[in-house]
């Protein structure tokens, strides 16, 4: 009996081994099939940040061997390694997003200001800039928020491709001096915050109103469509992000995507200031044309499935003409919209960077 006992304790004890062996590995295959697409949408925004430090090695080698590389090509090193910088960004657009410009005739001869909407990262702005350089050779200067010249590594290729942390004086300056420059009056703000319903967050940031009136240039404004379904940010973490950035000034918020969505960068026609507007009637005006070609262009909410049909047919697109609004701030006679988690701060945001729009425009 006790041979029988010890056979049947032995059997089942090697059963249960085999049981929880087998349960473990198809829960193991399970959990992987499960995260891999997690993790992934969260992996290829890296490939962003990758391409960003390798254009930053492409100035820092350039400086280097600038004698040798540059001697007999360029008399400027800075702007053989722009076209470097540019091609490599130029080529990612084409392959990854089959990225277009439409509307290149409304850009007028001499200095403009391009004011553009601000999606969860400015791929597009990248991919704008590196196409005008490429097939334009029109450099265009841009305006960024300040905690991007602290990111080791990066202030050469900053440097390089004239960004700047720029006040009112300083982007009137550029302008001024004959240079096309681009502002998203959103900035950080907007990246973090907005959402695939592409609304403006502008609040009340009038800096670059007062740059065109001071510099006396047309403003183009730009829109790309599709550039929120390429990258979003975690919408469930967005009230914890909010507090934090409205305390430190820190964007935080996670982003994930890197789809291989079709981005096509909409330029609208040129609005001329009249010395006669305020920067509030100013910026009122140049809103209102942004949204008009999100109107236009977009489909709202922006859907992800529909945004990588469009790679290989472009769907069209039928919907009511909708009121303007500045995102959760009204943007002149606009209706109120409901109050959300970002409403709820927009006053608070917004009486903590009266003092800074007033001699700042800011953009990410």
Same mark, same amino acid.
């Given at each position: 009996m006790s041979f029988i006992s010890n056979y049947v304790d032995n059997y089942t004890a090697s059963l249960y081994d085999m049981i929880v062996e087998y349960v473990d590995t198809e829960y193991s295959l399970w959990l992987t099939w499960f995260l891999t697409p997690v993790i992934v949408t969260f992996l290829l925004p890296a490939v962003i940040i990758i391409l960003i430090y390798v254009s930053s090695i492409i100035f820092y080698l350039y400086r280097l061997y600038r004698l040798r590389v540059v001697e007999g090509v360029q008399n400027d090193w800075k702007h053989a390694a722009r076209l470097a910088v540019c091609a490599l960004w130029d080529a990612?657009?084409?392959?990854?997003?089959?990225?277009?410009?439409?509307?290149?005739?409304?850009?007028?001869?001499?200095?403009?200001?391009?004011?553009?909407?601000?999606?969860?990262?400015?791929?597009?702005?990248?991919?704008?800039?590196?196409?005008?350089?490429?097939?334009?050779?029109?450099?265009?200067?841009?305006?960024?928020?300040?905690?991007?010249?602290?990111?080791?590594?990066?202030?050469?290729?900053?440097?390089?491709?004239?960004?700047?942390?720029?006040?009112?004086?300083?982007?009137?300056?550029?302008?001024?001096?004959?240079? %096309? *420059? =681009?502002?998203?009056? +959103? $900035?950080?703000?907007?990246?973090?915050?907005?959402?695939?319903?592409?609304?403006? /967050?502008?609040?009340?940031?009038?800096?670059?109103?007062?740059?065109?009136?001071?510099?006396?240039?047309?403003?183009?404004?730009?829109?790309?469509?599709?550039?929120?379904?390429?990258?979003?940010?975690?919408?469930?973490?967005?009230?914890?992000?909010?507090?934090?950035?409205?305390?430190?000034?820190? %964007? *935080? =918020?996670?982003?994930? +995507? $890197?789809?291989?969505?079709?981005?096509?960068?909409?330029?609208?026609?040129?609005? /001329?200031?009249?010395?006669?507007?305020?920067?509030?009637?100013?910026?009122?005006?140049?809103?209102?044309?942004?949204?008009?070609?999100?109107?236009?262009?977009q489909r709202v909410p922006g859907s992800i499935l529909h945004a990588l049909i469009e790679r290989v047919y472009e769907i069209p697109k039928k919907r009511a003409k909708k009121p303007h609004t500045n995102g959760t701030c009204q943007n002149g006679t606009a209706k109120k919209e409901m109050q959300d988690s970002v409403n709820n701060k927009c006053d608070e945001d917004k009486s903590g960077n009266d003092k800074f729009d007033s001699d700042k425009a800011k953009v990410s």
């Open positions: 990612h657009g084409w392959l990854w997003h089959g990225y277009d410009i439409r509307g290149l005739e409304n850009i007028p001869e001499g200095p403009f200001l391009v004011i553009y909407y601000h999606g969860a990262l400015p791929i597009d702005m990248y991919y704008f800039i590196a196409r005008m350089q490429l097939f334009k050779r029109i450099h265009v200067h841009t305006v960024a928020d300040r905690f991007l010249f602290k990111i080791p590594g990066w202030s050469q290729l900053l440097d390089g491709l004239c960004v700047i942390p720029g006040t009112v004086q300083t982007c009137a300056g550029v302008l001024r001096n004959g240079n %096309p *420059l =681009a502002i998203s009056p +959103g $900035g950080v703000y907007e990246a973090q915050f907005g959402d695939h319903s592409y609304r403006l /967050y502008w609040k009340s940031r009038i800096g670059f109103a007062k740059v065109a009136l001071e510099a006396k240039v047309p403003i183009i404004p730009m829109f790309t469509q599709n550039v929120r379904e390429a990258f979003r940010t975690v919408g469930w973490l967005r009230g914890i992000c909010l507090r934090i950035y409205a305390a430190t000034r820190i %964007p *935080l =918020a996670p982003v994930y +995507g $890197g789809f291989p969505v079709k981005l096509v960068t909409h330029l609208g026609k040129p609005i /001329y200031p009249d010395p006669s507007f305020t920067p509030e009637q100013l910026q009122t005006k140049v809103a209102s044309a942004i949204e008009d070609l999100v109107e236009e262009h």
